[in-house]
């Protein structure tokens, strides 16, 4: 299922970018659209954003938004929806993918 890394940048440039969509609750469903990032708002409080690893490999993906928790990261939506988050995600099992999300677009390490 892994696909080289000039495949993934292409793919990522072809099709449109990731937006936000955005569910109450403290914790993105289990179900995960293919490309958008979905994000778990609860009580005015972004929660953690999850999302397919843009891999391939089916893996769900959790990100921790909340300060409280370690690590966390922090997420930015633009006026179009498009999702950046900071620091980049680096996978340490599985398919130890290294991306940066930014403006809706992978970028891959
Ligand atoms: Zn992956």
Redesign the pocket.
């Known amino acids: 299922m892994k696909k080289p890394k000039w495949f993934l940048k292409c793919i990522e440039f072809v099709l449109p970018t990731r937006k936000t969509l955005v569910v109450e609750g403290d914790s993105p469903p289990n179900i995960l659209p293919y490309r958008n990032l979905v994000l778990a708002r609860e009580g005015g409080e972004d929660w953690a954003v999850g999302f397919m690893?843009p891999?391939?490999?089916g893996?769900k993906l959790e990100i921790m938004l909340i300060q409280e928790v370690k690590p966390h990261w922090k997420l930015m939506v633009d006026h179009s929806n498009r999702p950046t988050l900071h620091p980049s995600v680096w996978?340490k099992t599985?398919?130890q993918?290294h991306f940066w999300l930014r403006n809706g677009r992978v970028i891959w390490c």
């Open positions: 690893c891999c391939g490999c893996k996978l599985g398919c993918s």
